[in-house]
């Protein structure tokens, strides 16, 4: 079988594999979901840049029936990095009293659309607080200005208290219109792959939305810090599993599942691609399959926003099962108030599943 994955990138087949490869794009447009009410007078318009963004506030804002919670892109964009806004988005955002960025220069495709500013807006920075990863092709796995602390599965409860009260109001909720934050390149901007990161990003949003809408902080909080349980719940069975797992070793096709593998102590072998711009070469492919062979990893992990040929061919090559885990990039376009949770149990059903047998 090895003579014929080899020839298969020797007579140029990987030219179209390569090409097959989608940067977080979507096969089917969507259009965005709907609001969660009508515009009324007295409503509080909440737009989300990124579609784990508008998942997660959605749980926030829930007991909150004259906040609408509405999506920036459609929700089968996936990762928007070379985005460009339709004359719809332009005008979402003329309509937002809040914007909740996902962060990590993720909503980087924004900065000319905002830099004229907004008097009022209140732009919310969901990464603040998060511990980042570097991206797969930046170097170093952490971020240079990652905190001192331990996230290989630890101090989860510490991290439900930071979800709800590390900070005042006042800290994340900014009325300007730009993008706020430090320049994020070389960051990994998927840190929503990751319950226990995702429970500080909500955190940030409810206190954002105690800055637009005072009067009802404390429900915003009290919803953020009952969703932020729920959340660590799957960040703790996610310790437990890696942590029971006899091999750790996984390949990913891109590096959004990052924060999922640290989450559950494993370790990542490879990253098929990775970058959003540079689709993997043949070279790169044959060394990962080499280093697969070497190595043994558990796992060759696949997403639905992405082709699976070069994870499939890997497997077939090196013997090593494939299995897809969703990164929640992107999804329906009006999905259940638990669909966050619901996904990310059924990928923990997965790596349980493949895990245990290794």
């Known amino acids: 079988m090895r003579t014929s994955f080899f020839a298969f990138f020797r007579h140029g087949a990987v030219a179209l594999l390569a090409a097959a490869v989608i940067l977080c794009a979507p096969v089917v447009p969507q ?5 969660t009410q009508e515009h009324g ?47 719809g988005d332009m005008k979402k955002l003329a309509e937002a009293d809040v914007l909740l960025l ?80 430090h320049h994020h390149g070389g960051l990994n901007p998927h840190a929503f792959t990751s319950p226990r990161q995702a429970s500080i990003m909500v955190g940030n949003m409810a206190r954002g939305l105690a800055k637009a809408d005072p009067q009802n902080a404390a429900a915003y909080e009290a919803a953020a810090r009952s969703y932020a349980n729920v959340l660590l719940d ?15 070793g996984i390949v990913l096709m891109h590096d959004a599942l990052a924060y999922m593998a640290r989450d559950g102590g494993l370790e990542v072998i490879a990253v098929i691609q990775e970058s959003e711009d540079a689709q993997p070469s043949a070279a790169r492919l044959v060394q990962i399959a080499k280093n697969v062979r070497e190595h043994r990893p558990a796992l060759i992990i696949s997403e639905p926003q992405y082709t ?51």
Do not use: W
């Not at 963004?53 to 070379?82: F, M």
């Not at 799957?234 to 750790?248: F, H, I, T, W």
């Not at 090196?318 to 990310?344: F, I």
């Open 31 to 35: 259009a965005a979901p709907a609001s």
């Open 41 to 87: 007078q007295g409503s509080l318009r909440v737009l989300a840049t990124t579609y784990p963004v508008y998942l997660l506030a959605r749980n926030v804002a829930q007991a909150q029936p004259h906040v609408q919670v509405d999506l920036l892109i459609p929700a089968q964009t996936g990762c928007p990095h070379d985005y460009a806004l339709s004359p």
């Open 102 to 181: 996902n962060g990590l220069g993720m909503d980087d495709f924004l900065q000319k659309a905002l830099s004229a500013g907004k008097p009022g807006l209140v732009v919310v920075d969901s990464s603040e607080g998060v511990i980042p990863l570097r991206s797969a092709g930046a170097g170093a796995e952490h971020a240079d200005h990652d905190h001192d602390h331990d996230d290989s599965g630890h101090g989860a409860h510490s991290h439900a208290e930071h979800a709800s009260h590390s900070h005042g109001p006042e800290a994340h909720g900014h009325e300007h219109g730009h993008v706020h934050g």
């Open 234 to 248: 799957l960040g703790r069975r996610l310790a437990v599993l890696g942590g029971k797992a006899s091999n750790r």
């Open 308 to 358: 699976d040929k070069p994870v499939q061919a890997l497997a077939r090559e090196t013997g090593v099962p494939a299995v897809s885990l969703d990164s929640l990039a992107s999804g329906p376009a009006s999905p259940p108030l638990d669909y966050y949770e619901k996904t990310m149990s059924n990928n923990l059903d997965i790596l349980e599943k493949h895990l245990e047998q290794r």
